[in-house]
């Protein structure tokens, strides 16, 4: 029903940068509310990293700040996480998190696949 579809990962030397792009697709999408970052390093849990409004209202998780930069392009179902300065403790499967409204008004969240995000020091 709807196509989530994550790009822009890879390995990095530390203090580079990465682009993130993850695409949402679906014939029942009638908008999408809030779209994020995660990300999950072996052994420990899944982690908000940045979250992005409809309006454009971001958050970010504290490592975060100052570095990452999340933006939505809404009339492509779009959301970017640019990361700048990346550290090794930034090495993690990445996923992209959607939250649709469907035509009939019902609420739904989706996941990406995941991108690998390997930052060397």
């Known amino acids: 029903q709807v196509q989530v579809v994550e790009s822009g990962g890879g390995l990095v030397q530390a203090g580079g940068s990465l682009r993130l792009s993850c695409a949402a697709s679906g014939s029942i999408i009638r908008r999408i509310d809030d779209m994020g970052w995660y990300r999950q390093a072996p052994g420990k849990q899944r982690e908000l990293v940045a979250a992005?409004?409809?309006?454009?209202?971001?958050n970010y998780v504290d490592s975060a700040k100052g570095r990452f930069t999340i933006s939505r392009d809404n009339a492509k179902n779009t959301v970017y996480l640019q990361m700048n300065n990346l550290k090794p403790e930034d090495t993690a499967v990445y996923y992209c998190?959607?939250?649709?409204?469907?035509?009939?008004?019902?609420?739904?969240?989706?996941w990406g696949q995941g991108t690998q995000v390997t930052v060397s020091s």
């Open positions: 998190h959607v939250d649709v409204v469907s035509w009939s008004m019902r609420e739904y969240d989706y």
């Open positions: 992005i409004t409809s309006g454009g209202r971001t």
